[in-house]
Structures are given as C-alpha cells and as structure tokens.
C-alpha cells in the first residue's frame, strides 16, 4: 500500500511541481498584468454597398437612424444625412440624443444579416481621460492620422472623416468611416481595417491579421507571412465524489494566425479513485473561409451526461462547501476525431465519431466537506430502481461505446442579456451501432431552442422548450433524466429518468434600478416516458418558483411542485456563475 501510495500521488505531486517551476521560470522573463474589464454598446454603425444604419445605445432607450449612401453629406468637421446632422464636431447625434466620440474604448467588428457592423464599446464606468489615453487608442474624429514606421500603437485608431496612413504598427482597428485608409509596405496591423465610403490600400507586403470591411468588400482576408503562436499553462483542480480531489495541468498552443495546428495537454491525478486522467487534442484548420477545422483528441477522463446542467466549477464548489454532488459519472478512455464549420458567425457545425472504453468507478461517501457536518455524498446514480441500476453498472463496466454525433448550435447571446434580445438553438443526434465498433445500437436525439426576448432595460422573459427522443435500447447512462436543478426545479434532482421527453422552463426576469440585483418568477413543466409513445399515465408536472441574483455570479432560488404529492417542501438552490 505504501508502495502505491508512493508511485500515485508523489509522483503526480512532484511532476505537477516541476511543471509549476517551469511556467515561474518562464514567467520571470516575461510578465503580463491584465485587469477584467467591462464595457457597454456605445453605438454601432452598420453598412452595406447602398445604405448605413446607425444606432446609439441608452440605458432608457435606443435611437436608430439609417439612410442612403447617396444622400450622405460629407465634410471635413461634419456629416449630414439629408437635413439631419449625424457627426459634428466630436458627438454623434442621433434622433436628438447625443454621444461623445471621446468614450470609445474599444471595438467590435463583424458581419451579420448582409451588413457590417462596426460595434464602439465604451467602459461601464466614466474612466476619465487619463486612462483612456493609457489604453493606447487614437482618436481624432475630423483630423488625419498618420502612425510613422518606428511608431508602435498599442489601441485603435479611429476617425470620422479624417484619412489613415500607417507605416508603422497599430495592435487593434483601424476606422475611418468617410475618409480613405492607407497601409504602408512595412505596416503591421492586429486588428481590422474599415471605411464605408472611403478607399482602402493595402500595400502587398503589409501584414494585417484581420480583415478589410469597405463597401465593396465584405470582409477581405489579407495575406500574412508571419506566424505567431501563444502558449498557456494554467493549474487545474475539480473535487467531486468519485475522483475526490483532482490536481493537475494543462498546457494549450494555439496558432494566432490559424495556419498551424492547436494543441492541449492535460494530466490531472485523481487522490480517491487513484487514478491519472490525461487528455491530447489537436486541431488544424483547413479553411479560412468558411471557418473549416478537423481535429483528434485522446483522453482518459471522469465523464458525466450532465454537463448540460453544470460545469466542473460550479459542481466543486457545491461539493467542497455543502457535500452535494450533482453530476453521475463513468470513466472513459478513448479517442475521438471531428470536423467543424462555422458558415456564419453566430452558427457551428460539428460531426464526429467517438470510440471508448467505460469503467463503473464507486462514489466515495465520507468526503471532506467544508459545511457538510455529518452529511455522505450518495451514491452514482441513486435515483434508478436497485436492479436496472444494478445492470446499468454491469453495462458500464463491460462495454465498448462508440458512435457517430452530429451537432449544430446557433448562439446570438452576448456578454449581458439585457442588452438585446437573443436566440439559443442547438440540435444534437447520437448513433451507436455494432458496424460502428459498438456493442449498442441506439440512436439519441435532443432539440432545444431558447429565446431571451427584452422588454424593457431592466426587464425580460426567458423561454427554453426542449425535446428528447430515442431508437433502440439506451443504457443507463444515456438516458435523460429530469427534476431538479436546471430541469423542474420543484422536484427532487433527477427523480424521474426515461427514453423520451419534453420539457418548458420560463421565467420573467426583473432587474432593480442603480443595483446589480434581479429578482425572477420561475415555471416549469415536463413529461416524461419509458415508452416508444406519452401514455395516459405519464403525468404532466409542474413546478412554480422564485429566484434573486446577486449580479451575475449568484442566484438563489426557491422552487415547488404543483402536483398532489406529499412532498410539499419547497427545493432551495444556490447557483455560482450562472446568471443567465
């Protein structure tokens, strides 16, 4: 036993230190100080080969004006559409509300629905304007701007109606809406170069990382001839009652430039299951246009079916602080390899076929829990009858899995959903079969879609319908299971399992005035079968709640079942950094 102890855990102790020595001896060469920073839509400026929208962002209300290129009026110091003024001096004026251009922190540049848009950021808080010019921009609204060979920009530049040569290095944007943009031979640009009515040059030997955007040109990739590549090496720790408390480290190489391939390496020891958990992944890109990359990983990891509910974080901090573990696990080693497409920015593609090894691991009950007391951690999938269990845990831990997954996901969420409102959809189909290198044969199939819709800046109602369905026989870990957290919230976690279901969840949100609190009204409903069809006696249930959050890190909700049983408690849950 002290044998094994010596050639487990040390060892893992002592590699995992060297690898800390190493990533403070490369760090002693070179530090990099970042500091979270947050940032709101100040306006946004869309365009195409005949027309221009604008829209200037208020925490009452937004202001839209769009109007035709030819009916632009373009003088140095202003713009005009029409009879309305739209830049003058440095303000942006827009249905009679008015935007200082000196806010612009940063940009975001893209494509969506046939236009360009050109999103200015500006920071949450006034930061004065010190601090705006330690952020390295340049910005001259009705002036030109030249950046000199020796001269390096660490921000964007950014003009109305001024023109833009750079000879020299800029590290993000470079705009000029109404003026022309010029990139010398020696020029290096990070980010991307736009102008809407004006004319862009791009010498053949300048280096641009990003994309031209111009009327005529709908996002122009540029040849680059460097490469640059970023490594990170981040600790790893995840606590669950299976593995206990797992240590490690990943190491991540990602090619800037998309020309060379990305690797991760992972190698965490797991202290109660005694086991090494290990993961290599590459992926190359083909195509820049669409988005096209293939890739392989090889792993042997603690696997779980409720991701979709939690991640590792949240699920170890339920685990350290109150001895509650809400994830089902199974060991599986294997490989896997698939193919990606992002034809649009907001949608991804994915097909790929997975060959595994499972292994049945027991829980570890008497785990250390910081509030726990006197509390165990129950056991793998404990809600299940004792004998199908029984067979679910001889399944495991006797049996290839393998099969073909094919998912697509559309996602227009971005940082805060108060902000706009937003689509979530995602499609998922999994076939296993014996001609496939199996020993199942199923197929299993889920359909979501989610709409957060915004009525007012402090007010918005949430809406998720999802689906689930199978062909063939699903083993016990495959199957979907509903109640509880993220499902019916008035129920107890994961009473109720089956081959077929659907479920709703809404929830109407409301954000209090000058605070970072919100307080929901929450209700869900689901159905749930064992049966090729819904029978008669699969019961509709339905749960009615309340939730507070506490910024975006925290909420905590009450929830209660709506049927005529005798569990009448109400369930209390506590999410971590799960706001929306």
């Known amino acids: 036993m002290v044998r094994r102890f010596l050639s487990g855990p040390l060892l893992g102790l002592a590699i995992i230190a060297g690898s800390f020595s190493v990533a403070d001896a490369q760090k002693s060469t070179y530090k990099e100080y970042r500091r979270s920073i947050r940032t709101k839509n100040l306006f946004e400026v869309s365009f195409n080969k005949r027309s221009i929208e604008i829209t200037l962002f208020e925490e009452d209300r937004t202001a839209q004006a769009a109007y035709q290129r030819r009916d632009l009026s373009i003088t140095r110091g202003q713009v005009r559409g029409g009879a309305h003024i739209i830049f003058d001096q440095d303000e942006l004026v827009i249905d009679g509300q008015k935007v200082s251009l000196g806010e612009v922190y940063d940009t975001r540049v893209g494509r969506t629905d046939g236009y360009t848009a050109v999103t200015f950021l500006a920071r949450t808080q006034d930061i004065g304007r010190v601090s705006r010019v330690k952020r390295g921009n340049v910005i001259r609204p009705h002036r030109n701007i030249t950046i000199d060979e020796d001269r390096f920009v ?40 736009v102008s809407v009515t004006g004319k862009v040059t791009v010498s053949d030997r300048a280096t641009v990382y990003g994309r031209t955007y111009t009327g005529r040109h709908r996002g122009r990739v540029h040849r680059r001839w460097t490469v640059e590549s970023h490594s990170d090496i981040k600790p790893r720790f995840t606590y669950n009652r299976v593995d206990g408390a797992r ?68 699920n170890t901090v339920f685990a350290l602080l109150v001895t509650e573990d809400f994830k089902d696990y199974y060991e599986a080693e294997g490989a896997s390899a698939y193919i990606t497409a992002r034809p649009m920015r907001n949608l991804r593609l994915e097909t790929r076929y997975r060959q595994e090894e499972t292994n049945w691991l027991p829980s570890q009950p008497h785990l250390f829990s910081l509030f726990g007391g006197d509390k165990l951690f129950s056991p793998n999938f404990r809600r299940v009858d004792s004998v199908f269990r029984d067979i679910g845990i001889a399944m495991i831990d006797t049996t290839t899995l393998a099969g073909l997954t094919a998912t697509v996901t559309y996602d227009t969420r971005g940082s805060n959903p108060f902000r706009r409102s937003a689509w979530l959809a995602d499609g998922r189909i999994e076939w296993s079969h014996p001609d496939l290198g199996s020993d199942f044969d199923y197929r299993r199939y889920t359909l979501r879609g989610s709409r957060y819709q915004r009525l007012t800046r402090r007010s918005m109602i949430i809406g998720q ?11 016990m870990h495959k199957r979907f299971y509903l109640g509880g957290l993220g499902t019916l919230r008035g129920f107890k976690h994961k009473e109720f399992m089956g081959t077929r279901f659907w479920m709703a969840n809404f929830e109407y949100r409301f ?67 799960h706001a929306f």
Request: aromatic share 10%; net charge negative.
């Open 154 to 193: 660490r921000g964007l530049l950014f003009t109305v109606t001024g023109d833009i040569e750079v000879m020299g290095e800029v590290n993000r944007d470079v705009i000029s809406l109404f003026g022309n943009i010029y990139v010398g031979p020696e020029a290096v640009i990070r980010g991307d170069i």
């Open 247 to 314: 240590v490690g480290q990943s190491l991540q190489h990602t090619d800037a430039l998309g020309y060379l391939p990305s690797v991760e390496v992972s190698a965490d020891y797991a202290f109660e299951s005694e086991r090494w958990r290990f993961g290599i992944g590459v992926e190359q890109p083909i195509l820049r246009r669409p988005d096209i990359s293939i890739g392989a990983e090889f792993y042997r990891r603690l696997a779980s079916e409720d991701d979709w509910l939690l991640g590792d974080c949240e």
């Open 465 to 475: 319908a999802m689906f689930g369905g199978s062909d063939g026989y699903l083993p």
């Open 511 to 577: 954000r209090f005035p000058a605070s970072d609190l919100a307080l929901s009204l929450l209700w869900d409903a689901a159905q749930i079968t064992n049966d090729v069809k819904f029978q008669e006696t699969d019961e509709v249930k339905h749960s009615l709640g309340i939730a507070i959050y506490l910024g975006d890190d925290l909420r905590i909700s009450l929830a209660k079942r709506l049927d005529r049983s005798a569990e009448t408690d109400p369930n209390f849950y506590a999410r971590v950094d």
